[in-house]
């Protein structure tokens, strides 16, 4: 009798001492939150969520910015904030209405934009440029209006930006400029009204320029330099601008050729020529430089002050050996790219969407009381969802490391490796609230183990 007295009083200080292991270890797995709220008009305490969000965009991204590097998103509400604010790198802004969500940006300053970043459903309105774009970037639904300078500067650098279904209005300069060596996809965007040229792209930039509305700026609708770049212009509509339609230039100390083609483009009513080739600082090139740079096929001119095409594009020096060379895959090849990119970004949303789900679980646990734990048990569909949720984000990084292996984007791989190994740490941590809710029901509940204590 005595043997199996101290039999079960060892059992109760083994339960004991559990008891209180896990009454001061919590469950809940701590994950960082990815969704971060702002709205002007609110007041009350303000801790970034939906229900009690910041009043200040800064303040969302100081918080997002101490967040995991991936999808750190800031959702803001309508309503005017003034405020002069970088962005980080991952960090994404997206705005309820961009006609009731406006960012003032002081005149001499600017919204920077420093890597990974996305903007949508948003006005940014002043600044020196009203937007500048440090690396990559996605731009959509977006009004850019009233900078001093430029509407969007893009300096220069090797990162891919998309800029689509955005207007660019009454800036006091360029409605874009995109300075040497970037990457670009500008699609159906409305460019107009601005002091200057509706996009001005430097040399030796890759892209894709298509489906654009550029109308009644003080320039030409698009200055290109054509040396060393790679890119496709195609179905635009250029209207009432007052230079050219399409303007190609180069410069004396920029010998190298291009490869841009101009495609399908529509050009109404410009001050000069539909599409004018020169070297604007003087100095000549050879007679066959754009014709050995430039293809046009298939454009409508209408109403032109100047002729269609300058005699100076020298476009009957042509041969089928020129048009080879200049002859690329330019579009499929940056469309590939953002394509990759917005991937990532789904990735990104599912793995946040698990990892929300498991913090949930894990804290909806760790608020049951010990009792009711101890009598009821912790529910195994809670446990085996936490798992299930584990087994998709498992899944969902060989899908970034298949992505990576399939992307010639260096900075896309880096990206990619930084998250996959957030992810594992993640995993790591939620197996923990896993064990532990297994390990509690093994030991602690009552209805399976209270007659052999």
């Known amino acids: 009798m005595s043997l199996a007295l101290n039999i079960k009083n060892k059992n109760m200080r083994k339960i004991f001492l559990l008891f209180f292991l896990f009454l001061t270890s919590p469950f809940a797995a701590k994950a960082d939150n990815y969704d971060f709220y702002v709205s002007r008009n609110y007041s009350g305490q303000e801790i970034g969520t939906l229900e009690q969000p910041f009043r200040t965009i800064r303040q969302a991204i100081e918080k997002a910015e101490q967040s995991r590097p991936g999808l750190?998103?800031?959702?803001?509400?309508?309503?005017?904030?003034?405020?002069?604010?970088?962005?980080?790198?991952?960090?994404?802004?997206?705005?309820?209405?961009?006609?009731?969500?406006?960012?003032?940006?002081?005149?001499?300053?600017?919204?920077?934009?420093?890597?990974?970043?996305?903007?949508?459903?948003?006005?940014?309105?002043?600044?020196?440029?009203?937007?500048?774009?440090?690396?990559?970037?996605?731009?959509?639904?977006?009004?850019?209006?009233?900078?001093?300078?430029?509407?969007?500067?893009?300096?220069?650098?090797?990162?891919?930006?998309?800029?689509?279904?955005?207007?660019?209005?009454?800036?006091?300069?360029?409605?874009?400029?995109?300075?040497?060596?970037?990457?670009?996809?500008?699609?159906?965007?409305?460019?107009?009204?601005?002091?200057?040229?509706?996009?001005?792209?430097?040399?030796n930039i890759f892209g894709a320029i298509i489906g654009n509305d550029i109308s009644n700026n003080t320039e030409s609708g698009i200055e290109i330099l054509s040396s060393a770049s790679d890119v496709i212009i195609r179905n635009n509509t250029i209207r009432n601008n007052l230079a050219n339609g399409i303007a190609n230039q180069s410069y004396p100390d920029m010998p190298e050729l291009g490869k841009i083609k101009i495609y399908e483009n529509t050009l109404i009513k410009n001050g000069k020529y539909g599409i004018y080739c020169g070297a604007p600082s003087g100095g000549g090139k050879t007679k066959t430089f754009f014709s050995e740079s430039i293809i046009l096929e298939k454009n409508n001119s209408i109403g032109n002050v100047g002729k269609p095409v300058s005699g100076s594009c020298h476009f009957e020096r042509q041969t089928a050996e020129f048009i080879s060379n200049i002859s690329s895959d330019i579009e499929t090849s940056v469309t590939l790219q953002i394509q990759q990119r917005e991937s990532l970004h789904d990735i990104e949303t599912a793995i946040?969407?698990?990892?929300?789900?498991?913090?949930?679980?894990?804290?909806?646990?760790?608020?049951?009381?010990?009792?009711?734990?101890?009598?009821?048990?912790?529910?195994?569909?809670?446990?085996?969802?936490?798992?299930?949720?584990?087994?998709?984000?498992?899944?969902?990084?060989?899908?970034?490391?298949?992505?990576?292996?399939?992307?010639?984007?260096?900075?896309?791989?880096?990206?990619?490796?930084?998250?996959?190994?957030?992810?594992?740490?993640?995993?790591?941590?939620?197996?923990?609230?896993?064990?532990?809710?297994?390990?509690?029901?093994?030991?602690?509940?009552?209805?399976?183990?209270?007659?052999?204590?």
């Not at 646990?365 to 798992?387: C, E, H, T, V």
Request: charged share 25%; hydrophobic share 40%; aromatic share 4%.
């Open 72 to 203: 750190r998103r800031i959702h803001v509400g309508e309503g005017e904030y003034v405020e002069d604010i970088v962005i980080g790198d991952s960090v994404r802004l997206f705005g309820e209405n961009k006609e009731k969500t406006i960012l003032h940006v002081s005149p001499t300053s600017t919204l920077n934009l420093i890597n990974d970043n996305i903007l949508a459903g948003l006005t940014i309105s002043g600044g020196s440029a009203a937007l500048t774009i440090q690396g990559s970037a996605l731009i959509d639904n977006c009004v850019i209006k009233d900078a001093k300078k430029k509407g969007i500067d893009l300096p220069e650098g090797d990162s891919l930006v998309k800029i689509s279904n955005s207007t660019i209005i009454n800036n006091s300069g360029k409605g874009l400029y995109v300075q040497k060596g970037r990457s670009i996809l500008l699609n159906n965007n409305i460019v107009t009204n601005n002091k200057g040229e509706g996009f001005d792209i430097r040399q």
């Open 352 to 453: 946040d969407y698990r990892l929300a789900s498991s913090e949930s679980i894990a804290r909806e646990i760790d608020n049951i009381s010990f009792l009711n734990k101890a009598f009821r048990g912790i529910n195994p569909a809670k446990i085996k969802l936490m798992q299930d949720n584990n087994t998709q984000i498992a899944e969902l990084t060989r899908q970034m490391a298949a992505l990576s292996n399939e992307t010639a984007d260096e900075k896309l791989k880096v990206s990619i490796a930084e998250l996959i190994n957030s992810a594992k740490k993640e995993i790591a941590i939620v197996e923990i609230s896993i064990r532990k809710s297994q390990k509690f029901n093994s030991i602690f509940w009552i209805p399976i183990h209270i007659f052999s204590i």
